[in-house]
């Protein structure tokens, strides 16, 4: 038999015009869904922690290394258990890791722990990195080729609207249950004020352990059409004719991603320290956490009105021009204070909402037979976010405000690679390979 490499013969193969496709999409999307949120909470946690533990801004930015670090180190045996149980039951398998994950964060809330705050930070995005390694494909393949890109457009458009929803969620059921949450800037908190502000994580985190368990029940229970042939792995010796680093748009897109994250993470993470500052909009942090709402928001309504936009144009060229538009509204963000700045690093998320998609995109065209594995290499490029922890060091020494011009810096990266690095070389052409 002869499988199928490209997402749309990998589509064409499972495609059954008998079958319904929308309840399990449906169900699906819940998933985009619930990673979206659970990553999100981060950005209301993070402040939180660092008042409950009295974090320098290197420790807090460390917490969101270690969620990003789990995709480097989870990728490969979650793709491993994917071929050793199937598609399905592997989903079930993360969302119980992300509910165990979870309820183990109420643990580090009643000891209180920074230490084991980590560690279950960690559990979480592995359960989240193994539900994108099986997910992703899974979405793509199943239903009508010709709607493959409308399908995935559709579930990423569910996991902004849970990034979107989450900074509410946390900023009322965290910052706001809690003292360092309410309070005016940057306070020091007693240890029994320490201790009652850990606690306020517990209800919120139980809320969403029951969510993920009850959903791997329902997945578990569902009749998931069968993905057949279209994701059964190839000859390896036949991939060995070719060679992945020859092709100039995987090989600085690679680290087009790595660094594009480290600039996405590094706004999100210290978006609401940043708002609260006086000389900035001088908000608590449950306030603060409110307006992330629109920093997500902006990367929703970025992502289809990008879409609309490379219908028409090249996506190069749009790539381009929304890096220069990122790069501007962070040096004004450097650059300023009051409302402007705060507004500026909102701006930030319409012009990063087309990024990673147009970048992976852009990284994997002409690939041909190699689309597998270089898709595989961007994906684990997602592990850049952990080095948001340098622009957390460079608060500490230089100031936070300061710190933005690391991401005004990976903006040009970006831009670079929209101009040059991601143009095709030696494009190969998709086509099948005997088994």
């Given at each position: 038999?002869?499988?199928?490499?490209?997402?749309?013969?990998g589509?064409?193969a499972?495609?059954?015009?008998?079958?319904?496709y929308?309840?399990?999409l449906?169900?699906?999307?819940?998933?985009f869904?619930?990673?979206?949120?659970?990553?999100?909470?981060?950005?209301?946690?993070?402040?939180?922690?660092?008042?409950?533990?009295?974090l320098?801004?290197?420790?807090?930015?460390?917490?969101?290394?270690?969620?990003?670090?789990?995709?480097?180190?989870?990728?490969?045996?979650?793709?491993?258990?994917?071929?050793?149980?199937?598609?399905?039951?592997?989903?079930?398998?993360?969302?119980?890791?992300?509910?165990?994950?979870?309820?183990?964060?109420?643990?580090?809330?009643?000891?209180?722990s920074?230490?084991?705050?980590?560690?279950?930070?960690f559990?979480?995005?592995?359960?989240?990195?193994?539900?994108?390694?099986?997910?992703?494909?899974?979405?793509?393949?199943?239903?009508?080729?010709?709607?493959?890109?409308?399908?995935?457009?559709?579930?990423?458009?569910?996991?902004?609207?849970?990034?979107?929803?989450?900074?509410?969620?946390?900023?009322?059921l965290?910052?706001?249950?809690?003292k360092?949450?309410?309070?005016?800037?940057?306070?020091?908190?007693?240890?029994?004020?320490?201790?009652?502000?850990?606690q306020?994580?517990?209800?919120?985190?139980?809320?969403?352990?029951?969510?993920?368990?009850?959903?791997?029940?329902?997945?578990?229970?569902?009749?998931?059409?069968?993905?057949g042939?279209a994701?059964?792995?190839?000859?390896?010796?036949?991939?060995?004719?070719?060679?992945?680093?020859?092709?100039?748009?995987?090989?600085?897109?690679?680290?087009?991603?790595?660094?594009?994250l480290?600039?996405?993470?590094?706004?999100?993470?210290?978006?609401?320290?940043?708002?609260?500052?006086?000389?900035?909009?001088?908000?608590?942090h449950?306030?603060?956490?409110?307006?992330?709402?629109?920093?997500?928001g902006?990367?929703?309504?970025?992502?289809f009105?990008?879409?609309?936009?490379?219908?028409?144009?090249?996506?190069?060229?749009?790539?381009?021009?929304?890096?220069?538009?990122?790069?501007?509204?962070m040096?004004?963000?450097?650059?300023?204070?009051?409302?402007?700045?705060?507004?500026?690093?909102?701006l930030?998320?319409?012009?990063?909402?087309?990024?990673?998609?147009?970048?992976?995109t852009?990284?994997?065209?002409?690939?041909?037979?190699?689309?597998?594995?270089?898709?595989?290499?961007l994906?684990?490029?997602?592990?850049?976010?952990?080095?948001?922890?340098?622009?957390?060091?460079l608060?500490?020494?230089?100031g936070?405000?300061?710190?933005?011009?690391?991401?005004?810096?990976?903006?040009?990266?970006?831009?670079?690679?929209?101009?040059?690095?991601?143009?095709?070389?030696?494009?190969?052409?998709?086509?099948?390979?005997?088994d």
């Amino acid at each position: 038999m002869a499988g199928p490499i490209s997402s749309g013969a990998g589509a064409s193969a499972t495609y059954n015009p008998g079958t319904r496709y929308g309840p399990a999409l449906a169900l699906l999307a819940s998933l985009f869904f619930m990673w979206g949120f659970i990553t999100v909470i981060n950005n209301t946690l993070l402040p939180h922690l660092r008042s409950v533990f009295d974090l320098s801004y290197t420790q807090t930015t460390l917490i969101e290394s270690v969620w990003f670090i789990a995709y480097f180190f989870a990728s490969i045996p979650s793709a491993k258990l994917i071929e050793r149980v199937g598609y399905q039951k592997s989903m079930v398998i993360g969302l119980l890791i992300m509910a165990a994950g979870a309820l183990g964060m109420t643990l580090a809330a009643s000891i209180p722990s920074y230490g084991v705050t980590l560690v279950m930070l960690f559990v979480i995005a592995s359960g989240i990195t193994l539900l994108q390694v099986a997910a992703n494909p899974y979405v793509a393949v199943v239903g009508k080729p010709e709607t493959a890109s409308s399908r995935l457009n559709l579930v990423q458009a569910m996991n902004s609207a849970g990034t979107m929803l989450a900074p509410m969620f946390g900023a009322y059921l965290i910052l706001g249950r809690s003292k360092g949450g309410t309070a005016q800037g940057d306070v020091v908190l007693t240890q029994a004020e320490r201790l009652a502000d850990a606690q306020s994580v517990v209800l919120p985190y139980v809320l969403v352990a029951i969510v993920l368990v009850v959903l791997a029940v329902v997945i578990a229970r569902f009749p998931l059409p069968a993905m057949g042939a279209a994701t059964q792995r190839h000859n390896k010796e036949e991939r060995k004719k070719y060679s992945l680093w020859t092709h100039r748009n995987l090989v600085f897109g690679i680290p087009a991603i790595f660094i594009y994250l480290i600039a996405e993470i590094g706004v999100a993470n210290l978006f609401v320290n940043f708002v609260s500052q006086p000389q900035i909009a001088n908000l608590t942090h449950e306030q603060a956490g409110n307006y992330l709402t629109f920093l997500w928001g902006g990367m929703m309504v970025g992502r289809f009105v990008g879409s609309a936009i490379m219908q028409k144009f090249d996506a190069g060229h749009v790539l381009a021009a929304f890096s220069i538009g990122a790069f501007l509204v962070m040096l004004v963000t450097v650059f300023t204070t009051g409302p402007v700045a705060m507004w500026s690093l909102i701006l930030v998320g319409l012009f990063h909402s087309i990024m990673f998609p147009t970048i992976f995109t852009l990284g994997i065209k002409g690939l041909g037979p190699l689309t597998e594995e270089g898709s595989g290499l961007l994906i684990m490029a997602i592990a850049g976010g952990a080095l948001v922890v340098v622009q957390g060091w460079l608060a500490d020494i230089y100031g936070l405000q300061t710190s933005f011009l690391l991401t005004a810096v990976c903006e040009l990266y970006v831009l670079f690679y929209a101009l040059w690095g991601c143009k095709v070389t030696n494009a190969l052409p998709d086509q099948q390979i005997a088994d």
